[in-house]
């Protein structure tokens, strides 16, 4: 699953063509039912799914909170295997994703004030 989500990854930055998400999602949600065995496995796919769909059709501001949940759902999952170290990792990535927003949000604010009197 590395190579589809570093070809997602690559795809998304190099190419305009929006006809490759649902390609990717399929091939997400083809994993998940491949690899179902309980409830909690479903967190991979839909994770990878939003994360297509945010690389490909969004950006600033939404593009970081669907990420923000993405890595949230990550988290989860590495809880609920006790794989410690990708959940520290993960952990690390929601504080950052947070104080990315929270600039995002500032600087709009910044910029609404600045504005507002011109």
Known sequence: MSAVSGARNVSSIFTTLKILA???IFVYIAFGFYTYKAPIDLLTPIASCISTYAYFYLKGFHLRVALLIVSFLWLLNNIFLISIAPALMELALVL???VTIYRIIAADEEDYY?????
């Open 96 to 98: 950052t994703s947070m």
């Open 22 to 24: 649902p390609i990717f």
């Open 114 to 118: 600045n504005n507002m009197f011109k």
